[in-house]
């Protein structure tokens, strides 16, 4: 059955599975396909049974995919540790995690994202030159169907765990109340040069909107 919000069209959702992985952490898992703006992409939900407290935020991560570290295991960068521990957490917790498929490479598809690293490798550029040489800003994710998601699941209030605070941002603009941001990061040497390259949470939350709007290209 589909169900219409403004522009994004929820047209299946799967039935629940369950999920037992090879640490023995146990989940329930479905899958939403929608439509937005005539293009239509596939999500995951993964969670915790019961992760419905009445009056309470829940514990939720956004997880956008990265193939290169969650299927391959390239260490290139942090996003494998954090899926993991993200799905420790909400294990813990009985929280949930939205996977989102078409939000690869921050958002500009596997295909550039090789080009990037390939244009880092290089020639030394920074993630950031690398995408504006590619004709992309530095992160093109959009996470308003991460909003639909939550309120399909009559969820309008979460503790987010990110070190994104655009996400949380975001969010907030579609219309999910961030009530806590938790961090994660990495304690692996390994990955303390790519996260030197990041910018981490503020101190302070919320922040005043961030600029992206305009150099978003309208995905
Ligand atoms: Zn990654």
Known sequence: MSTTENDCEILDRSPVIRLRTENGLNFLLKSYKIQRNGQVSEHALLYKSPFMRTGLPVLTRINSACFTSD???????DCNWQLREAM???HDKSGLLIYHFNQEGRGIGF???LKSISLM???????ADAFRELGHCADERDYRLSAVILKDLKIDQIDLITNNIDKA?????YGIHVNHILPLISPEERHSQYLASKSLIPATFPPPPLPRKN????R
């Open 71 to 77: 299927i391959f295991g390239c260490v290139r960068c």
């Open 88 to 90: 420790r957490m909400i």
């Open 111 to 113: 295909t550039d994202k």
């Open 121 to 127: 490798d290089i020639s030394g550029k920074s993630s």
């Open 169 to 173: 941002s975001q969010l907030m603009s």
């Open 215 to 218: 150099c978003y290209r309208g």
